[in-house]
């Protein structure tokens, strides 16, 4: 099936990033999409992407000098989770997972994923992406997981916090927040909006944050130097709580698809000294994922 009209593939030729990560650093935040003809996309997705398989991925990662992955399932795959727990099975025990799931899976369907790598659910709160799911049911997945030791991960925009909030700190388990919580860029860190999160973030030990995807939220462009001070905040305020990844393949991006050598070397930008680099690619993944 062709993909969906204007939809831009991943960057065919990454640069080599001048900034070489330490021993063991981990893209905490990546995708697996098919190959089509052996994991279909899911008829209620609202984008059909271009194939993005875990042999590209893997390939990408040895590129960038990355050692492991955290593969999140994508919405285009809905709650079927071959793909991605194939990508684990793949990866010699350098690849953890994220699911997807609704109600109805089943203990035994948990169990496979776990024993693949799994460790963790998605909630998708992006209308645009998803329909929303009863926070009933949620609160009902969340329980399950939680047996597992798994954790949960939200991805809202900015504006929702406010709605969604005593929802959030009401979850059993370790709450790790996409993408710096999709804060409004011509706001400035200063804003309400964005203090309030770090107040979450204060409040709340077990809440965790990815600092990733400013090419979704950058108003001039790479190397996206307007949301430095979003994730450099996070990192200095919350250092053994942020965890860093790609975003690769990138998918529904508006205009072009982002140099994944830019986005590491964006790391120096927002952890600006060794130590801190440490924690946030290696430390603190290898910490939530695989302790």
Not at 137 to 144: D, H, N, P, S
Not at 177 to 184: I, K, L, Q, R, Y
Not at 209 to 218: A, F, G, N, Q, W
Request: net charge neutral; hydrophobic share 40%.
């Amino acid at each position: 099936m062709p993909m969906s009209p204007g939809y831009i593939p991943f960057h065919p030729n990454p640069s080599k990033p001048k900034f070489k990560p330490p021993p063991g650093a981990v893209d905490a935040h990546c995708h697996v999409f098919g190959p089509e003809h052996k994991f279909p996309y899911a008829p209620e997705r609202k984008y059909t992407p271009c194939d993005a398989p875990k042999e590209k991925l893997f390939a990408l990662r040895d590129f960038l000098e990355l050692d492991k992955n955290v593969i999140v399932q994508a919405s285009c795959h809905s709650k079927d989770n071959r793909a991605m727990v194939d990508a684990l099975q793949a990866s010699h025990g350098r690849a953890k997972g994220v699911a997807f799931v609704g109600e109805e899976v089943t203990d035994d369907e948990l169990k496979w994923m776990d024993r693949a790598g799994v460790r963790g659910v998605r909630f998708n709160f992006l209308k645009r992406l998803v329909d929303f799911t009863p926070r009933d049911v949620l609160a009902r997945i969340a329980a399950r997981v939680e047996k597992l030791g798994w954790h949960i991960v939200v991805y809202f925009e900015m504006p929702d916090l406010p709605e969604l909030e005593d929802f959030f700190t009401a979850l059993p388990t370790t709450v790790v927040v996409d993408h710096m919580g999709t804060p409004g860029v011509k706001k400035g860190v200063d804003h309400t909006e964005n203090q309030r999160f770090h107040r979450l973030m204060d409040k709340r030990q077990n809440f965790w944050v990815k600092v990733t995807c400013p090419e979704r939220m950058s108003l001039g462009g790479a190397p996206y130097d307007d949301v430095v001070p979003f994730g450099r905040a996070l990192v200095e305020h919350f250092p053994h709580r942020v965890i860093w990844g790609t975003d690769w393949p990138h998918p529904n991006m508006k205009t072009e698809a982002p140099d994944d050598g830019v986005l590491v070397d964006n790391i120096r930008k927002v952890a600006t000294t060794a130590a801190a680099q440490q924690r946030l690619l290696v430390d603190n993944p290898m910490r939530l994922y695989w302790s």
